[in-house]
């Protein structure tokens, strides 16, 4: 038990969190998120508390200097939480500020009004999407009503039925007859061609295959373009599909897809400091600019990101408008998932190895060099970092090494503080995108890969082959990723027999449990949970159309001559659920809704409150409901955190009901 002494000192340590949850509660109301000012104090604080947990943790929780384990053990495991602390301050710093471009854009709406239109080339760089992918983004970029713009499909798996299907659809179509470059290599050969021409375009959007562009994207670009030092205008990427773990975990509708902070609030903040980079897709780029770098970089996998350091290397600005102008598809597997960000980190291994390096000999300036720099960070120490915290308690239940050692009310009143500061911080400045839990959850399932990656691209940053995320493809099943739930399964099996050795052995007592066995409790614990779901979210569940108009709205059905007015609850591209009237299956019947007219449709399943429709659209139809789907969108998905529905959706997919065979999902319509 503990003693009235420790008692005290416990409670003293909890009265520190005190103030911090006051904050917590009148912060809200004042703070003004766009205001630099309330951010430097804000983040200020963070950094300073963080410095102070930094003093502490360095000085009094560290095994003695000597030729132990538990000296190598713990000075291992601190060495790497400060390299991780370097990124959370830099992190703080770029926080600091914040730009909103939308009054800018309202200000320059046709800047050129009066001159020529700019001309502009949409190009949509494929591989080996399927045609259900890239119909889509053909015809909403074909949608868009700029007049002098012209779309160019860029297809490097040199595929005949591509090339018919773009001349149906009056569109233009570019093969090579080699993939040297890769991505990037694409795009040159684009702009080679289009270099050519009498009269080339002004200005060229990138498109992924995958990435519809909605209404206003060119024009509203378009119009940071009055600065006549803007070489590159990024838009956030958002996403109609769910991510692997929002998906797997059944939170999708409850809590945002990982990259929501970076694109909502990392990169607004970047682009106040001047250093916000491309990120490929969903970008438009002067054609001036690309010509005085002689086109897209091929140093590095991630192209895009190299692309912004070679334009301000020539003087080329890259700006940032946050405006959901774009939607695309978010890998839909956990292989892809993981596939897709061990190459981003490759990338910038790349660059930091490279001649854009930030201790390269090149004209970049001093914060372009930082943001490198804050990029390598990021992907060297927050994934091997999180893996470690994951391991380092094993060797106090199995060997008993202490790694930590730190009485409970130190932990309290140095880390407690810092992590509640920072977390209330980061939560009113980005509401509703930082979860621990979940964060954890997220860069656990991919830090083996991408560590392997950071050292590997910092080793040896060339010879690596390109990879390709996969997007479409069916699924329609459940997969279970064995290779990648084997070492988090192991982990979780290992921490809960160790927990359980230490508490029915000697090694553990409660009744004369020290401070330092109370924190490895409690972060063996946590850890439980963190691994616990990592494995969950390495189910895979069916997936069924990704795209659901799920706002009610009133069309007509008619059978046989009656019509009758009903309530339409859901529709995808394939089917729509109907409220109201019960009818028979197999009846057939037209479906007419506004904005698209008659579509032939036939009742497939009867309902509690109406029926469920197939729908059999000609080729016209079908595309006016993809537009609708994906031009007409706003920002689709979840923004930020709903806390009660997470917490339901994600006790439900834990809980016994929702195993694998739970999760024979009705059809969202």
């Known amino acids: 038990m503990l003693d009235l002494l ?50 502490w943790r360095i000085t009094d929780t560290i095994a003695p200097i000597g030729f132990t384990v538990d000296f190598v053990a713990s000075w291992s495991l601190m060495v790497l939480e400060m390299a991780t602390m370097i990124g959370s301050f ?64 860029l297809d490097d798996g040199r595929r005949d039925w591509l090339r018919d299907y773009c001349a149906e659809q009056g569109v233009g179509y570019l093969r090579r007859p080699d993939n040297k470059g890769s991505k990037a290599g694409n795009i040159n050969h684009a702009l080679g061609v289009l270099a050519a021409r009498e009269t080339p375009p002004d200005y060229v959007a990138v498109l992924d295959a995958d990435f519809v562009p909605h209404r206003g994207f060119i024009s509203r670009t378009l119009a940071l373009f009055h600065d ?130 930030p201790l390269a000999k090149n004209d970049l300036r001093l914060r372009d060099r930082w943001s490198v720099a804050d990029s390598v960070f990021y992907w060297l120490t927050t994934f091997a970092f999180r893996f470690a915290s994951v391991i380092f308690p094993l060797l106090y239940w199995f060997f008993n090494v202490t790694v930590v050692d730190a009485a409970l009310p130190d ?131 069916p997936r069924r159309e990704a795209h659901v108009a799920d706002k009610p709205e009133r069309v007509t059905f008619t059978v046989d001559g009656t019509a009758t007015r009903l309530w339409m609850t859901g529709l995808t591209a394939d089917h729509a659920r109907l409220r109201g009237k019960h009818f028979d299956a197999h009846v057939h019947g037209i479906l007419t809704i506004d904005d698209i007219g008659d579509v032939p449709a036939e009742v497939v399943t009867t309902t509690g409150d109406g029926a469920r429709l197939a ?19 706003d920002q689709p998905g979840v923004g930020a955190t709903n806390m009660s529905g997470m917490l339901r959706d994600l006790a439900r997919r834990l809980s016994f009901h929702a195993g694998p065979q739970a999760h024979k999902r009705k059809d969202p319509t």
């Not at 998120?33 to 430097?40: D, G, M």
């Open 6 to 55: 420790n008692l005290g000192l416990l409670g003293s340590s909890l009265l520190h969190l005190v103030p911090i949850a006051g904050a917590a509660l009148l912060l809200p109301s004042i703070i003004d998120k766009t205001s630099n000012v309330h951010r430097h104090i804000l983040f200020g604080i963070a950094i300073l508390l963080s410095l102070r947990y930094a003093w």
């Open 228 to 357: 006549a030092d803007v070489g590159l205008v990024q838009t956030p990427q958002h996403f109609f599909n769910a991510d692997p773990i929002q998906h797997n975990l059944g939170i999708s509708r409850s809590y945002p897809d990982e990259q929501r902070f970076f694109f909502d609030h990392m990169q607004p903040s970047r682009d106040g400091w001047g250093i916000a980079f491309c990120c490929g897709t969903s970008s438009m780029i002067r054609f001036s600019a690309l010509m005085d770098i002689g086109g897209f970089p091929t140093e590095s996998v991630t192209e895009d990101f190299m692309l912004t350091l070679v334009l301000q290397n020539k003087g080329w600005r890259t700006v940032y408008l946050n405006e959901p102008l774009t939607e695309g598809l978010a890998p839909e597997g956990l292989k892809e998932y993981i596939t897709q960000r061990a190459r981003w980190c490759l990338g910038l291994m790349q660059i930091a190895r490279g001649s854009m390096g």
């Open 411 to 541: 932990v309290i009143s140095y880390f407690g503080c810092y992590f509640l500061w920072t977390i209330m911080v980061l939560n009113l400045m980005a509401p509703g995108t930082v979860i621990p839990l979940l964060n954890d959850v997220s860069q656990l399932i991919g830090s083996i890969q991408i560590t392997r990656s950071a050292w590997t691209g910092l080793i040896k940053p060339h010879g690596h082959p390109f990879s390709v995320t996969a997007k479409g493809g069916d699924r329609s099943r459940i997969v279970i990723q064995w290779r990648i739930m084997a070492p988090f399964a192991i982990l979780l099996i290992l921490t809960l027999t160790g927990l359980l050795l230490g508490i029915f052995t000697d090694r553990f007592a409660f009744s004369d449990a020290a401070d330092g066995k109370w924190v490895i409790l409690f972060w063996t614990i946590y850890n439980l949970i963190v691994l616990s779901i990592t494995v969950i979210a390495c189910f895979e569940l």
């Open 90 to 153: 830099s992190a703080f710093v770029l926080l600091m500020r914040y730009r909103d471009r939308g009054q800018e854009v309202a200000d320059n709406l046709s800047w050129w009004h009066g001159g020529e239109t700019p001309r502009v080339s949409l190009l949509i760089a494929t591989y080996n999407e399927e045609v259900e992918v890239l119909e889509r983004t053909i015809l909403g970029a074909k949608a868009l009503t700029h007049k002098a713009k012209e779309v160019l499909v």
């Open 615 to 633: 729908l059999r659209p000609d080729a016209a139809t079908r595309d006016k409901l993809l537009l609708r789907f994906y031009f007409e969108g």
